[in-house]
């Protein structure tokens, strides 16, 4: 019987199952055995589930990769197809200098992985529109751009020219892999101007005249993971945010749609002068966690009077924590402002803790856990301590007003996660 199915599969390619897939885990392209991975075990197991072996479990959503919501040869086809692209021999370019740093990045290409050597990369000559070392060409899924450090524990440093002015590194193209690097001495971090699907992963960015990194001009997708920013707002306190998602309603010039971006696992401050992330108006579904906030060196210009600012939709806050370290300009430990009519809404925050070493804030007010007006949240699990350093939760409706100067919140509970991003 299993010979007749193998030979009407590859005769006439005749779908069989709907994948029932009794996993729950994250998704991976590819994945049929849920090992977390894309590997040649995957089309092996998922050849046996078509075949109909006993005891053969496999993740559907991460082997339906014709999107057809039904698993079949063609799904096997693709994935043969996919995993033999994976395998295609990464073309590596090293570089040990500004110039031939500068001469890469002008000519790479998808699958190019450009190497730098230990040793400070300082961008000389003129810029165009203040961009120094860019990167403007598309990867692809399968075959992203990727640019790194050789030695991780003695990263390559990315230099501007001066912290008044210019950008360190910006990328306009999709699918960058930007990784263990420091980026320093300019105006702006890093930029990702119309970039897809770009992570930023273990990377330092310090000693900058604004804002850190900055996911900008219809960037969506993108990833910051593991990153430590610090020593931002030296020349513009207003605009030193650590982080920044979109663009102000009032800023021109750049699409407002930086959707589904994540930040995770980055370390922020000290003297990060404005928000450590500030999530702006017209964005969608941006997840924050397991991040460290240190509240040292916050200006509060502009503003600026807590660790996270939340003014985008569907936002996700959970498993961060926060240290006011005695900065008197942190006002709350979150916040969340409605800058233009239907956005600010429908937050999930929980799972964090805030160490705000006082009870009483600068305005004279209750140091509250989330100060929000006329926007909504789901809290759950969240901790507060104030001058004895000692948690204790604080998602009891009795206790709502001390802890949440929200106007329209709600209590919920981990039964909720599941079907969050």
Not at 9 to 29: H, K, M, T
Not at 97 to 104: G, I, S, V
Not at 199 to 213: F, H, R, T
Request: proline letters at 2%.
């Amino acid at each position: 019987m299993k010979k007749f199915i193998v030979l009407l599969l590859s005769v006439s390619c005749i779908s069989l199952l709907n994948g029932n897939s009794a996993f729950a885990d994250s998704f991976v392209r590819g994945d049929a055995n849920n090992d977390g991975k894309f590997t040649s075990a995957d089309l092996v197991y998922l050849q046996k589930w078509i075949l109909d072996y006993d005891d053969i479990l496999i993740n559907s959503d991460n082997s339906d990769l014709c999107a057809d919501g039904i698993i079949d040869v063609f799904d096997l086809c693709q994935m043969r197809k996919e995993f033999i692209d994976s395998q295609k021999p990464t073309n590596i370019v090293r570089v040990t200098n500004t110039d031939e740093l500068k001469a890469a990045l002008a000519d790479v290409e998808p699958n190019d992985e450009i190497i730098l050597a230990s040793g400070d990369y300082i961008y000389s000559g003129s810029t165009s529109k203040g961009y120094m070392f860019k990167g403007e060409a598309d990867g692809t899924e399968s075959e992203p751009i990727v640019l790194r450090s050789e030695n991780p524990e003695n990263p390559a440093v990315i230099s501007g020219i001066n912290v008044s002015e210019n950008y360190a590194l910006s990328v306009t193209g999709d699918w960058w892999v930007i990784r263990d690097l420091k980026i320093t001495n300019a105006s702006k971090g890093i930029i990702l101007d119309n970039s897809n699907h770009t992570k930023l992963i273990n990377c330092e960015v310090y000693n900058i005249g604004s804002e850190g990194i900055h996911f900008r001009d219809n960037s969506s997708y993108c990833l910051a993971e593991n990153c430590f920013i610090h020593d931002t707002g030296l020349v513009s306190p207003a605009y030193g945010e650590g982080i920044y998602i979109g663009s102000s309603k009032s800023t021109s010039g750049y699409g407002y749609k930086c959707d589904y971006n994540t930040i995770r696992g980055c370390s922020i401050g000290p003297n990060v002068a404005a928000e450590h992330i500030d999530i702006k108006e017209y964005t969608t579904g941006t997840i924050v966690e397991n991040c460290i906030f240190d509240g040292i060196g916050m200006s509060g210009e502009n503003y600026a009077d807590s660790f996270v600012d939340i003014q985008g939709n569907d936002c996700i806050l959970r498993y961060c924590t926060g240290y006011r370290n005695g900065c008197s300009e942190i006002n709350y430990a979150f916040s969340m402002n409605k800058i233009v009519d239907g956005w600010g809404q429908n937050a999930y925050i929980y799972g964090n803790k805030a160490y705000m070493d006082t009870s009483v804030n600068a305005l004279g007010k209750k140091m509250v856990f989330l100060n929000s007006w006329d926007c909504s949240e789901t809290v759950w699990d969240n901790y507060l301590a104030y001058e004895s350093g000692e948690l204790f939760p604080i998602d009891d409706e009795k206790y709502r007003w001390d802890y949440y100067n929200c106007s329209d919140l709600t209590y919920g509970d981990y039964s909720i996660e599941e079907n969050l991003r």
